[in-house]
């Protein structure tokens, strides 16, 4: 189907451990961005992607990487899970960066860290 | 501080009330402006984009000021379907999106 997918939809993973959320669309949307939403926070950039092989950092990068080889892809890594890390993530993507347009969301990876 | 600040609520409003939402932004360099819904433990969705000339969407309308730097969402004639989180956003730079944390909205019969 068309679209943007997440997986997997939810994880329970040990501190210490990596981990790697995946984010695929398939629209051929030059933007990628990946959320983090936790109470009180709402949602925090982590890290956006203009085009392949082209990644900046948002808000909250520590502790996280990503890598954007193909453009429909988008994973992010975990390299050392820690609790605070446990959150619920989402994955956008965007035709392009300008103007007024819009950016869908994937459905979300509920992530803990125990 | 925050680059996009709203007030957290929750409203409480009853069936056919009108509210308002307000949002500001401390980035002055920020283009575009938006409104996303986000329904419990789901995904944001667009509710509407942000026009300088203000903008209406049916019950929806949306108001920018940028020497201000301040954006607002009224709704009118509120729906128990329109209880949900109103998230406002920016586009900076002309890539990256900063959401604010988002204002709940809790209507009720």
């Known amino acids: 189907d068309a679209g943007i997918t997440q997986s997997p939809r939810y994880k329970i993973t040990e501190t210490g451990r990596q981990v790697t959320l995946m984010c695929h669309q398939t629209?051929?949307?030059?933007?990628m961005f990946w959320y983090r939403q936790d109470l009180g926070h709402g949602l925090r950039l982590i890290y956006y992607?203009?085009?392949?092989?082209?990644?900046d950092k948002g808000e909250v990068p520590d502790g996280y990487v990503v890598s954007r080889s193909k453009t429909e892809n988008f994973p992010l890594t975990l390299e050392s899970a820690t609790r605070s890390q446990t959150s619920v993530y989402f994955c956008?993507?965007?035709?392009?960066?300008?103007?007024?347009?819009?950016?869908?969301f994937g459905q979300g990876t509920r992530l803990t860290v125990v | 501080r925050k680059e996009v600040e709203q007030d957290p609520g929750p409203f409480n409003v009853p069936e056919g009330a009108t509210v308002a939402f307000n949002c500001t932004y401390s980035?002055?360099?920020?283009?575009?402006f938006f409104w996303y819904r986000q329904d419990c433990r789901k995904e944001p969705k667009l509710l509407m984009s942000?026009?300088?000339s203000g903008n209406e969407d049916g019950r929806f309308t949306a108001q920018l000021n940028r020497a201000s730097q301040y954006i607002s969402l009224l709704i009118r004639d509120s729906k128990l379907s329109d209880s949900a989180t109103y998230l406002c956003?920016?586009?900076?730079?002309?890539?990256?999106?900063?959401f604010g944390t988002g204002t709940r909205l809790q209507v009720f019969p």
């Open positions: 942000v026009y300088s």
């Open positions: 992607s203009a085009a392949a092989d082209i990644t």
């Open positions: 956008a993507s965007s035709p392009t960066g300008s103007g007024n347009t819009e950016a869908f």
């Open positions: 629209w051929s949307h030059s933007y």
């Open positions: 956003v920016v586009r900076q730079n002309h890539d990256k999106l900063i």
């Open positions: 980035n002055s360099a920020s283009q575009s």
